[in-house]
Each structure stands twice: as C-alpha cells, then as structure tokens.
C-alpha cells in the first residue's frame, strides 16, 4: 500500500513549544500534502511540498522532504491550543489524477 | 466555515433504505472526490471524477453509486448499506487534472446504519 506511516501517533506537548511530526512513505511521489483535522469536521489544506523542493515554510509551519529516504516532517513552531487537532501527511503518485493518499495521522493535543 | 458544501450533517439510515449525500462547490474546481473515514482512521479514496466524468473508482461496492451532474455538484447515492459503512464522508474539490493543487475539503456527513 502506498498509505504513509506517521509518527507519533499521538504527541502532547504545552503551549510555546514546539511541535514535530513525522511521515513516511513507500514508492516515488510528485508532491507531498500536510493537511489538519479537527474532531469531527474536514480537512485543511496546510502545505504542499513537490519532490524537488528539500523545505517549505508557511507562518508557524515547517515541512521538510526527504525523497531518499522516503521522509516528510512537519515543525510546528510556538504552539497554541487552537493548534490541537490530527495532521495527516498526503502524497500524490505520479498519475495523470490528483490521487491523494492519506498517511495514518498524528493526534497533537496541545495545553495551556 | 468551507467552500464546500455537504448535507446532509448527520443521516441515519436503516438497511434497506435509499439515501443520498450531496456536495457542492463554487470555487470552479473540475475534479471531485469522496472519502471515507472510520473513526481515528486516515481518509480512504472511493471515488474521483475529473471534469464531470468518473475517473477513479477504488473498487467501491456497487451500493456505493456516484453521480456527478453538473461541475458544482456531486452526490453519492446509497442503498442496502450495512452497519459497517457507518463512517464520515468526506467530498472534497481540486481545481483540475494537475497533480500540484491542493484538496479543498467539506465538514463531511456522518453517516450511521442501523
């Protein structure tokens, strides 16, 4: 299967700190997606990274690319409570249709 | 709130009923998906439709059937459902066949089958 594997599964940190999550995938992608979830509701669209860019930035966010190793983190920087939620790496096979496969997620509680 | 639009939120449904989900965008994206998502699981790809025509099909069961009417609409038509289908549905909406843009998700309905 091409789903990606995500560590930890589940993260606990305290606001101000930083966050940072883990992906690994299987076979050769065109890009890589962070997406976030909170309880119940859908998914947002965090940060798209293509297979030939090493790093990304987008406000709090930083997402690094591995393809060698077939890795992808996501740091979040500062944390705040409102950052509690599961985040899911995606990634996107080489084909001509947006088939995007979900890694098994990462639920980061964050405390006041 | 999103841009993509599910109803409804919550539907309950019995085995042999006939149920529908809908979904709706305005955003002018092409290709449409449905999702599946059991409870602290990762969403799982049904379907794709790419300029209104059905592109993937992840070897869903026929009691699953898709219909994409216009470029803003999608529904996903129910029946003889089993208590194991009980999930969120997700729809979801990109701006086309590329590869490179990203999903934009609805809140998705709860579905439970008793």
């Known amino acids: 299967s091409q789903q990606g594997e995500e560590d930890p599964q589940a993260l606990s940190i305290q606001e101000g700190e930083n966050a940072t999550m883990n992906c690994s995938y299987k076979t050769s992608i065109n890009n890589l997606q962070w997406y976030r979830q909170n309880s119940g509701r859908g998914l947002v669209h965090l940060i798209l990274i293509r297979s030939n860019e090493r790093e990304k930035h987008s406000g709090r966010l930083r997402v690094t690319l591995d393809t060698s190793k077939k890795s992808s983190s996501l740091l979040i920087t500062a944390s705040r409570a409102a950052d509690t939620a599961s985040y899911f790496c995606?990634?996107?096979?080489?084909?001509?249709?947006?088939?995007?496969?979900f890694g098994t997620g990462t639920r980061l509680l964050v405390s006041p | 709130d999103t841009e993509v639009t599910q109803t409804p939120k919550h539907l309950v449904m019995g085995m042999t009923n006939k149920k529908s989900l809908k979904c709706e965008q305005h955003m002018g994206h092409r290709a449409m998906y449905w999702y599946k998502q059991k409870a602290k699981k990762p969403p799982e790809l049904m379907f794709v439709y790419s300029y209104e025509k059905l592109s993937i099909n992840e070897s869903v069961p026929s009691r699953f059937s898709p219909e994409c009417p216009n470029s803003s609409l999608l529904n996903l038509h129910l029946h003889a459902l089993q208590p194991e289908d009980s999930a969120l549905y997700l729809c979801a909406s990109s701006q086309g066949r590329g590869n490179n843009s990203p999903l934009h998700f609805g809140n998705g309905t709860r579905l439970t089958v008793t």
């Open positions: 995606a990634t996107v096979l080489n084909t001509g249709f947006q088939k995007l496969v």
